[in-house]
């Protein structure tokens, strides 16, 4: 093939090569070191498996570099492995095979790389192989012979230091020169010289190891090393109480991060989106339009950058412990306790994440390469308590759960025991969920727990940015405009039909019964209560404070609310609770600000001191229609607590677990179950609480 | 016939075979669990599972219960001291 100076004028064609290797071999840093940052980020056809391409030019021939998944075999286990096979035979649908293929092998780790590297040859593609890690092999003793080596596979194999860029020029060199290599010596030989005695699955693994056994034979030369960095390391690291220690450490450190550090990032983004509300409210009239740009977009965009602080910030973590080797290290720690449900070790982060946030940690997910625990994580994950529930929980506890001392503990109170338990019932669920779950619907042969723990070493600062800006892309692109899309369109819902006469009517009637309960009130603090509601109706704030709530009453999520009201009064609430589940579909966390506006008190903030107080007065007061008989109790509060503990009411995970699955099934079926489960919860929990209190 | 999974923490065994011939038995062996080969068991995860193995020079975890199907010769004694040094058959290097 004529590749050299005449080549360039000819074919301006793209040369596409397949970079192909174990995982764990620093393929993503030699990716970067040949064809720096990714040109082309998207979906293979079919599967949720990312594509990466990066398109650089060697010696004026344009290359198309295409990052396969990591694989250890040609006999795929997985669908991130079989895209790497199909795509190297030619078998992926609208992609031609590669026009050349690089194998990464591990100088560290030879002989398990070579069971690849030996197969890949075997097809027949120009080939070169990149020997990548030798300074991590030096430092253990280990040195290999990369001519000799290049000589018995009969391919050319250049060394590389990826991260230093050694070697990088001739290996783009050995890519344009590469020839499909002859067959390596005597392989044929020894896969037919194996024992036939052997079940046939067994026969190929041998009679290629043997080769092996015989190509590094005087290729790799070994020093005597008592004990190398991997053994002293994994020494501490998988300790029965130091490593339990130092894993319990990290995972307060990644967890505290997306729980705590995030939290002013958010604040900051929230203050920034509220910016830019306010300067559009000051160039529009007020009305539709308006509302829809500042309600609908604005407010909709924010509520898909603010969660890129978290997203970023786990991947981070994700990619620094990968990078050094701890994130499998932290699976083998974990797995003996998710084993249990059915999962694997590779859940524990995601999992974890997912208390603060579920949607960094279905993305999370990503890093389990079992494609059944993977999805199992990701329809468990909304069931832990995410931070978006504590300010409901927190509420509702300090508002109607007596604060009263358990078993004559004084530091025990009731509220913490309350909070605790739903955090506990989360997880109990999901372990619950996992159980049935997976003797049911993910009912089949036990997945292959085989994972290796890879070598120490210092992760790439361009690795880890690059994962952290691949993983919010990936977010922003493809979850945030359905995310933004479905805002706008919960925005319509709550904003029409819109009816000024009936709405100004509502209010009116709203004043002659707050003026006809306060004379029939005896109670002092419901009399200052409902005299300070009917106070706020002269005050213009409290004014259109009322009408807010007035018109989002009679908007279609309003009338939704009422429409469901059979459903939720076996769970003791009236339809207004009904409306604030249903408005608080957009995001949880805009359940509070929902309860406020539909009781009148316009934008509360119920974070705050103030306005959680005022809310909490509000909401003690209120009565069921025509009747002084209170709404809210202490099973009422219960079951509501319940209810958002289990329920899937945040549209941003489930758009994510769309974007995530590549199927709009899971989402649908993770939405209704969890509904299901959320109903009964709270059922069960108002009916309980009722027998009992009275 | 003794496995891999009572195999003591810190010793070294000679694989006899790998039992089953479903996906699991088949990775086991893609990672270079074969016949033949020596696998030293470098510890267990603090609640007891999975294993933590050393073969042909890398480090790979897998469950007790997959250990179970790797059927080994009686223990060969301590993890030598060549760093790798996998195959009783290889003549250890200079």
Redesign the interface.
């Known amino acids: 093939m004529n590749v050299t100076a005449a080549g360039v004028a000819e074919s301006p064609l793209p040369l596409t090569v397949a970079l192909l290797g174990n995982p764990n071999t620093g393929k993503s840093t030699l990716f970067s070191a040949l064809a720096g940052m990714p040109t082309r980020v998207g979906n293979y056809p079919g599967v949720t498996v990312e594509e990466k391409v990066g398109r650089f030019v060697h010696a004026g021939r344009p290359i198309d570099l295409v990052d396969l998944p990591g694989t250890y075999s040609l006999a795929p286990k997985s669908p991130d492995e079989k895209v790497a096979v199909d795509l190297l035979r030619g078998r992926l649908a609208g992609m031609p095979a590669p026009d050349r293929v690089v194998i990464v092998v591990d100088a560290t780790n030879l002989e398990r790389n070579l069971y690849l590297a030996s197969q890949v040859i075997e097809i027949g593609l120009p080939t070169v192989i990149a020997l990548t890690l030798g300074d991590a092999a030096a430092d253990r003793g280990i040195e290999v012979d990369a001519a000799e080596l290049s000589r018995r596979l009969g391919c050319e194999v250049v060394p590389v230091v990826a991260p230093r860029r050694q070697g990088i020029p001739r290996l783009a060199d050995a890519i344009l020169a590469a020839l499909p290599p002859r067959q390596p010596e005597g392989l044929a030989a020894a896969l037919a010289a194996v024992d036939p005695a052997q079940p046939p699955t067994a026969r190929e693994a041998i009679g290629r190891y043997a080769w092996i056994e015989r190509v590094i034979e005087g290729v790799v030369r070994r020093r005597l090393v008592a004990r190398t960095i991997d053994d002293r390391i994994d020494a501490v690291v998988t300790h029965r109480v130091w490593g339990t220690v130092l894993f319990a450490l990290t995972m307060l450190a990644v967890f505290t991060s997306i729980f705590w550090l995030s939290a002013p990032l958010m604040e900051g983004i929230s203050f920034g989106v509220d910016a830019v509300a306010e300067v559009v409210v000051g160039l529009l009239p007020e009305g539709a339009v308006r509302s829809l740009i500042v309600d609908g977009v604005i407010a909709g965009a924010g509520s898909v950058v603010v969660f890129v602080p978290q997203i970023a910030l786990l991947f981070f973590w994700i990619a620094l412990l990968e990078g050094c080797g701890y994130l499998s290290r932290a699976a083998f720690l974990m797995d003996r306790l998710l084993v249990g449900v059915g999962l694997s070790g590779k859940s524990f982060i995601p999992l974890l994440s997912s208390f603060a946030c579920a949607i960094p940690g279905i993305m999370a997910a990503r890093t389990i390469e079992n494609p059944r625990d993977r999805l199992l994580t990701i329809l468990l994950a909304p069931l832990m308590s995410c931070s978006a529930r504590l300010p409901v929980y927190l509420l509702m506890c300090s508002a109607f759960v007596p604060n009263v001392p358990l078993a004559g503990i004084p530091w025990l109170r009731l509220p913490a025991l309350v909070l605790a338990s739903l955090y506990a019932l989360g997880v109990i669920v999901a372990a619950l969920a996992a159980f049935v779950l997976t003797r049911t619907v993910f009912r089949g042969p036990p997945q292959p727990f085989v994972m290796e723990l890879p070598g120490w070493r210092w992760p790439q600062p361009r690795i880890v940015l690059e994962r952290v800006r691949e993983a919010t892309w990936s977010f922003l692109s493809g979850a945030g405009t359905t995310i933004l899309a479905m805002s706008v369109v919960l925005w319509a819902l709550s904003h029409y039909p819109r009816d000024e006469a009936a709405v100004e009517a509502e209010v009116a009637s709203e004043r002659t019964n707050l003026r006809a309960r306060l004379e029939g009130e005896a109670d002092e603090a419901t009399v200052a209560d409902l005299a300070a509601a009917l106070e706020a109706l002269d005050t213009p704030e409290g004014l259109d404070a009322a009408r807010r709530g007035a018109a989002q009453r009679r908007s279609f999520l309003g009338l939704a609310g009422r429409f469901i009201e059979p459903v939720v009064r076996p769970l003791g609430w009236d339809w207004r609770l009904g409306c604030a589940a249903i408005a608080s579909f957009p995001a949880r966390e805009v359940v509070l600000g929902t309860l406020g506006v539909i009781y009148n008190l316009g934008d509360v903030d119920a974070g705050s001191e103030e306005g959680g107080t005022v809310l909490v007065r509000r909401l003690r007061s209120a009565t069921w229609d025509g009747s002084r008989r209170k709404v809210f109790t202490l099973p009422v509060a219960l079951s509501i607590m319940v209810f958002f503990a289990l329920c899937a009411q945040c549209a941003s995970t489930l758009v994510v677990i769309g974007r995530e699955t590549g199927s709009w099934v899971w989402p649908l079926a993770s939405f209704s179950a969890m509904t299901v489960l959320a109903w009964l919860g709270a059922l069960v929990t108002y009916q309980v609480g009722t027998f009992l209190g009275g | 016939m003794t496995s891999l999974k009572e195999v003591a923490i810190g010793s070294t065994a000679k694989v006899e ?2 039992t089953g ?12 669990i ?2 033949g ?1 020596l696998v030293t068991v ?2 267990a ?6 294993l ?1 193995l050393e073969v ?8 007790r219960s ?1 250990a179970a199907r790797v059927a080994v010769f009686p223990s060969v004694g301590q993890r030598s ?7 009783v ?2 003549p250890l ?1 200079r």
């Open positions: 075979l790998i011939s479903d996906p699991t038995s088949e990775r086991l062996l893609e990672m270079g074969t016949p080969v470098i510890g995860a603090p609640l007891g599972c999975p933590e042909r020079g890398y480090r790979l975890s897998i469950r997959d001291t060549w760093a790798g040094a996998t195959s058959r290889r290097p």
